[in-house]
């Protein structure tokens, strides 16, 4: 498993957002869905290790994130996007990924090529030398891809990844999504199902800060038959599943 | 969203028949406030304020020559700084595609602003040997805001802060001169020359409203380096 | 679900070369995308306004020109330098990245240590090429002597603290408002560092904008007569050294900045600069003016430096040799013009001197703060006898023009060598006076007077009684050769007071 989560918990001030997540993940793509606020993009900043928990069991890719010296082993094996993505407006789209590659420890003799194998994989190798000021919004999210897989990673954290693509882009990224989940651990939260039903192995519904349904999309499918609201079936199946919580 | 007829806001009415939104009472007041809040003028109020805070405690030692004409230039160089920096805009083009009211509020927070700052250095040299004067505040304050501005145009707001501290170090050079001969006596360099001096004045006052103009008209520059 | 997989071997930590080029690799990204090439043409302007026209503005001096070098290149560079280092602290906070550099495997103080490397060296370039500018032009002006390097390392120790106090600041405080915060900060604390210092004695030379006793300024002869005294440089670079370990180490302490086994080191730098910097103010406040007219500091005086430098000097082919240190070349002209009168009047009398020659200005501290410059020796002395002269701008003063120049030398060492000669002092003859007067007038001179009443509150000093004027107008009337004549046959006589007015031509 490269994901193991028990009893995870995190509080912002008086808000709980995340109330007690349990989870288990090995290679594939998982889709995390959930309406605003639910605490999609708090547990993935914990998996991320960007934040720590309040309370609760983190393990990743069989480490503790909790000690400096695993904690250093998972960063370099993680890739991550986040919903609101900072960028340096001056820097080129190589210098940019370059960047974090080498924050990301990747050794600097295999440096160039995977700087420019993780380019050419979001389609911008023409545009390798452009600052990223000169991106249009959806380049700038393909940049963000970008240096979240340079290093090969063994756990893909990515926060609505497919935000400002066109759907020809959006394809192509499914594709890579499962290209990559192949290998590795890719959770992705977003808020277009038919990402979750044309890339994703298991989805993962959150509410609330807590975990209301995992499976297949299938079965989340499946939960949506006879209920009205949505306009597919896996849409359905989502209002069905929150609907139930809620009751 | 629900369906229905379209019906006409209330308002009063235009010449050639079209009507205009009704301004709610106290938008303005709002608008000005959303829009100070969204350049941070609360915390450039407070770089203001530490200036003068400053000013006041450093008029306790005891100053001679030119370094008593220096010292009130820095307070009001870090003044026009914080000025300058309330230029730089969080919100980028959305911003700039909307009405007719943004030129109006940049000139109103960057008056504004100068104004107090002017008015915060001065009380803080009241009852101490501010050498210069009033006239002497006002004018530095002016001048090196439009600096500033001018700066912001070109560089952006973020990086406007290096026209009003570039030009510290010229006046501050400038006031040195006048006690280390030959003195640089040009009016462009305000600050070396008498309070009263009206080429002085009018140099500063040229600067500070070309620099309001561009900023009102403009706004700043998007960020160019890093 | 798949399979359990068991957790994965540690990636094997990147080859010791590999990591060497990956430090390279971020440095010149980071080189590359940094804000200070945008604001160091500002400071290379003012750099070129207040330093460059005034050095240029100083005789080629070396000792001048570093000291112009040293203050100003500071204050020129202060704002830009504190302000940018800021504005490169902040860039994490400002593009919102925190999280996404955050959660790499760096830790996050090689990442600041990257940036802040990467805006000092756009500094140090920029500074070196406005040294470059002014020391190249001073190589081709100068007439002897060298480039005085000490200076030149303060103000480099100076930028590299000061982008490393903005740069904290930046990273301790990320707003927009940081960064002229510390641009305006870092200027009025260099300028209230001047204000503070109180004799020679002071720990707040220490501040790198001092470069010599802060009173008197830079002593012109420094460097010409006896060695340039690096003992203050030395304590000022010390200081500087400390304080940027300091800032730096410090910044590796907090939670989070690096790993555990960082911690120790970073506190062991940032208490040995805290140590330095710390010493180095001590060591400041035991300076002292010492007779060339510089600050030495005793526990780092080289003993060396207290040795005269030899030179050749250069010599003017007037009646009696005017000799100056080669480092004055460009003042021999301007000074034997303005003494060749006084020189061949005075030319082969017995006891005259065979040569004028430049001597080092001695400094001595008095009560209050005050400094006389004078000779070590007495003006007239050896066999064969030497007048020692101080030039003009050798005291310490306003700069001057060479007309200027040439009227200082003329009215004060003109009137000192004739007293030499004829005699000196209230203690002369009546017939000494006039003829002291009548030389002088001879020559151009400004008329010799006498001290007045002691009783008075000023130093006054009253003319000549109306006997000594006649007498002085006529044996001035007389052509040179015959007043020369006389002059060698009747001086010896003439300082034994056995001739009068009387016996005057």
Redesign the interface.
């Known amino acids: 498993?490269?994901v193991e989560i028990t009893g995870l918990t995190r509080r912002f001030g008086r808000t709980m957002a995340v109330a007690g997540v349990d989870l288990?993940?090995?290679?594939?793509v998982v889709g995390l869905l959930g309406p605003n606020g639910a605490g999609k993009t708090s547990l993935l900043?914990m998996m991320?290790?960007?934040i720590r928990p309040t309370s609760g069991t983190l393990r990743l890719?069989?480490?503790d994130p909790g000690a400096?010296g695993p904690r250093?082993?998972i960063?370099?094996?993680?890739g991550?996007l986040?919903q609101?993505?900072?960028?340096?407006?001056?820097?080129t789209v190589a210098?940019f990924v370059?960047?974090?590659a080498?924050?990301?420890?990747v050794?600097?003799?295999q440096?160039p090529a995977a700087v420019a194998a993780a380019v050419e994989r979001v389609d911008l190798g023409g545009k390798a030398k452009t600052k990223l000021?000169a991106l249009s919004g959806g380049m700038l999210r393909r940049v963000g891809v970008a240096?979240a897989i340079v290093n090969e990673p063994?756990l893909l954290l990515l926060d609505e990844p497919t935000a400002g693509l066109d759907p020809e882009q959006r394809v192509a990224f499914r594709a890579l999504l499962r290209e990559l989940g192949q290998r590795a651990t890719v959770v992705v939260s977003t808020h277009l199902v038919e990402d979750v039903g044309a890339a994703c192995t298991?989805v993962t519904l959150m509410d609330r800060g807590k975990i209301v349904f995992h499976g297949t999309p299938e079965d989340l499918t499946a939960r949506g038959e006879g209920y009205g609201t949505g306009d597919a079936p896996l849409e359905r199946g989502y209002s069905a599943v929150l609907a139930g919580a809620r009751s | 969203m629900t369906a229905g007829t379209t019906g006409e806001m209330p308002g009063a009415a235009a010449p050639g028949g079209k009507t205009w939104p009704a301004w709610p009472p106290r938008a303005g007041t709002r608008l000005l406030r959303l829009h100070a809040i969204s350049r941070r003028v609360p915390a450039a109020i407070a770089a203001i304020a530490a200036c003068a805070i400053g000013l006041r405690i450093a008029l306790i030692g005891h100053w001679d020559t030119y370094g008593a004409l220096q010292l009130p230039l820095v307070f009001e160089a870090g003044s026009a700084a914080a000025i300058a920096i309330t230029t730089a805009s969080p919100l980028g083009e959305p911003e700039r595609v909307t009405g007719r009211w943004l030129p109006f509020l940049r000139l109103a927070t960057a008056l504004a602003l100068t104004a107090a700052a002017a008015a915060a250095l001065i009380a803080a040299g009241a009852g101490a040997h501010l050498a210069g004067g009033r006239l002497d505040v006002l004018r530095n304050v002016a001048g090196m805001t439009g600096i500033g501005l001018l700066c912001a145009a070109v560089l952006g707001g973020g990086l406007a802060w290096v026209g009003p501290t570039g030009y510290l170090v010229v006046g501050a050079y400038a006031l040195y001169t006048q006690w280390h001969r030959p003195a640089l006596t040009t009016p462009w360099i305000w600050p070396a020359r008498p309070p009263h001096d009206a080429g002085a004045a009018i140099c500063a006052a040229l600067v500070f409203t070309i620099g309001i103009v561009v900023i009102s008209v403009r706004g700043a520059r998007d960020p160019v380096g890093e | 679900m798949t399979a359990v997989r068991m957790p994965a071997a540690p990636r094997p930590a990147p080859a010791q070369r590999g990591r060497l080029s990956a430090a390279a690799r971020l440095l010149r990204l980071e080189l590359r995308r940094n804000a200070m090439p945008w604001v160091l043409p500002v400071a290379a302007g003012l750099f070129w306004f207040t330093t460059y026209r005034k050095a240029m503005a100083v005789p080629p001096l070396w000792n001048l020109r570093a000291a112009s070098l040293q203050s100003g290149a500071l204050l020129a560079f202060v704002c830009p330098v504190a302000g940018a280092a800021a504005w490169m602290g902040s860039r994490e906070a400002r593009r919102h990245t925190t999280d996404l550099v955050t959660i790499t495997a760096r830790p996050r103080w090689t990442r600041q240590l990257a940036i802040w490397a990467a805006t000092t060296c756009w500094v140090i370039l920029g500074y070196l090429g406005c040294v470059a500018a002014l020391y190249g032009m001073t190589a081709e002006q100068a007439s002897w002597g060298g480039p005085l390097w000490w200076p030149v390392a303060v103000v480099a120790a100076s930028l590299a603290a000061l982008s490393a106090l903005g740069f904290a600041a930046g990273t301790l405080v990320p707003s927009r408002f940081t960064a002229p915060v510390a641009a305006v900060a870092a200027f009025f604390a260099l300028a209230l560092s001047t204000q503070l210092i109180n004799g020679s004695q002071s720990y707040w030379q220490i501040s790198p904008i001092v470069t010599a006793p802060w009173d008197i300024g830079p002593d012109a002869g420094a460097g010409a007569f006896y060695p340039y005294l690096p003992d203050l440089s030395i304590a000022q670079v010390m200081f500087l050294t400390g304080l940027t370990m300091a800032v730096l180490g410090a910044m590796a302490l907090p939670n989070g900045s690096g790993r555990r086994w960082l911690l120790r080191p970073a506190a062991a730098v940032t208490t040995a600069g805290l140590l330095a910097a710390g010493t180095a103010v001590a060591l400041a406040g035991t300076g002292k003016l010492d007779v060339h007219g510089m600050i030495a500091i005793p526990a780092l005086h080289d003993a060396a430096s207290d040795r005269p430098l030899r030179y050749t000097p250069v010599c003017s082919h007037t009646a009696i040799p005017v000799c100056l240190n080669p480092a004055y070349a460009s003042y021999l002209p301007a000074a034997a013009a303005a003494l060749a009168p006084v020189l061949n009047e005075i030319a082969g009398l017995p006891g005259a001197p065979v040569r004028i020659s430049q001597a080092a200005a001695t400094f001595r501290q008095g009560p209050g703060n005050s400094v006389s410059v004078s000779l070590a020796d007495p003006p007239l002395s050896g066999t064969p006898p030497v007048f020692r002269l101080l030039l003009p701008n050798q005291l310490p003063g306003t700069a001057m023009t060479t007309s200027g120049f040439a009227a200082a030398v003329r009215s004060s060492a003109g009137p000192a060598i004739v007293a030499s000669v004829i005699g000196d002092g209230p203690s002369t003859f009546p017939a000494q006076q006039a003829v002291a007067a009548a030389l002088s007038r001879s020559a151009g001179l400004p008329q010799p007077s006498l001290p007045g009443p002691v009783m008075q509150r000023r130093n006054t000093t009253v003319p000549l009684p109306a006997p000594v004027r006649s007498a002085a107008r006529r044996f001035a009337a007389l052509p040179s050769p015959a007043r020369h004549a006389w002059l060698v046959r009747h001086l010896a006589a003439l300082r034994a007071g056995r001739i009068t007015l009387a016996h005057l031509p």
């Open positions: 498993m490269n288990r993940a090995g290679p594939g900043r991320a290790t960007a890719l069989g480490r400096d250093r082993e960063r370099r094996r993680l991550y986040p609101n993505l900072g960028y340096y407006p001056g820097f210098e370059e960047y974090f080498l924050l990301k420890e050794p600097a003799a440096l000021r240096q063994e298991r």
